[in-house]
Each structure stands twice: as C-alpha cells, then as structure tokens.
C-alpha cells in the first residue's frame, strides 16, 4: 500500500508517518519509484505500537525508540526480556534522576526483609521505591504495621500471574507482551485501585457518620 493508504488504513496522518520514518521508530518501505515507497501489513501493526508507546501517559519520542530497538534485538534469555523491557521504559528517568538514583537506603531496607531477588544494577526501580518511602516519611504518614507487607505481597502475587502469561514461542512476542503490559496496565491498577475503594467504602462506611472535621473543612463523597 501507498503512504496515503497507510494511513487511511492507520488512522494515522501522513505528515505523523513521515515524522515517524524520519524519526527511525518506523521502518523504510520497499522503494517503488525515486519519491515512493510501499508498505504492507508490519507497517500497520508498526503503526499500531507506536502509537500505544506514544499515546496518553506514555513515552516520550527517545524512550519509544529505545524499546523498539529492545523489541527489535530481543536479549537471549527470558529473563533477561523483563530487564530490558524496564530498561528501555524508564530511559526518560534515568535520565533526570543522575547520580541521586544510586542512593537508596529505605528501599534496600524494605527489600532485604523481603528477601526478594533484585537485579543490583536495577537503581531505578529501587530509587522509585526510595521515592515513595521518602515521601510517606515527610508527609508524617506512617502506613498501619504491616501494610508495606500487604501491597508487597499484593504485588507479588500480581507479579506471579502476569508472567504466567509471557508468551514464550518468541522473544519478539514475549518483549512486546511485557513492555505492552507495563505501560499500558499500570494506569488501570491504579484507577481500578480507586474505583475498588470507592466499592469497599460505599459496602462499610455508607451508614457511619464521618470523623468531626475542622471548622471550614469539607469532606468529599462518593455517591
């Protein structure tokens, strides 16, 4: 198919293919004529997954690019897909983070009394996690004993079942299930998380009057 054809087929606008091939996250088309190119159905699908790395939340143009390399050269070991697929999708962090990633106490804490398994050259998942433990911590919040333990299980097991699905007939299929699978889903635990507490809230606390409030302050309700 033509380039106008692409993208009728796409939905994508010619002048957003063109930035794509000049970008390099697209691959050339089989030349036909000195100012025409022909493309076919890896094309589309191509299309397809730049446009969910790209879409709302997503990535940014460099770090796209860097996981269809990974996607394009796969590493050799299953394990090592999960490793490269975080490592093409956190490009962006790295980045603004620096040095200061290296430093990350309270998660290596957290960690050890887990006794979970860790790449050591993985800084960034555990800067995340200092991240947020720093933040609880200046924040004066401190979760009830025992709840970092309860979403490290949760998590976990989520772990456990997600993997379970790896399709692992290829390393192609495989990297883009998992890269797929981490940008796209993390948004929906989080809004399935918040929808879930509004069903729990509404089944134990409909019929309990809320805490007194501060003279002025408001509390918001679900309906």
């Keep these: 198919m033509r380039i106008s054809e692409l993208a009728a087929e796409s939905g994508v606008p010619v002048a957003t293919i063109k930035f794509y091939l000049r970008s390099g996250l697209l691959p ?27 879409g709302p939340g997503g990535l940014s143009i460099a770090a796209a690019g860097e996981v269809l390399k990974q996607l394009d050269q796969p590493p050799g070991s299953t394990h090592g897909l999960l490793g490269a697929a975080h490592h093409a999708l956190d490009t962006g962090v790295r980045a603004r983070a620096g040095q200061s990633m290296t430093e990350h106490p309270r998660a290596d804490a957290m960690l ?3 006794g979970w398994n860790i790449d050591p050259a993985d800084h960034l998942s555990r800067y995340r996690l200092e991240e947020a433990l ?4 200046a924040a004066g919040f401190v979760p009830p004993p025992g709840f970092p333990e309860m979403y490290a299980s949760a998590m976990r097991e989520l772990a456990v079942r997600e993997l379970e699905q790896v399709p692992l007939g290829s390393s192609s299929e495989a990297m883009r ?4 699978g981490t940008i796209l889903t993390e948004p929906l635990l989080l809004a399935l998380r918040r929808l879930a507490q509004q069903d729990v809230s509404a089944k134990n606390f409909a019929d309990t009057a809320p805490p007194p409030s501060p003279a002025g302050e408001t509390v918001p309700k679900h309906s």
Aim: charged fraction near 25%; glycine fraction near 8%.
């Design 28 to 54: 050339e088309g089989r030349q036909t004529a000195p100012r025409q190119a022909e493309y076919g159905a890896d094309h589309l699908s191509r299309l397809r997954l730049i446009r969910a790395l790209l």
């Design 112 to 114: 050890a009394s887990l």
């Design 177 to 180: 299930y998992v890269v797929l």
């Design 134 to 137: 720093a933040g609880l911590e």
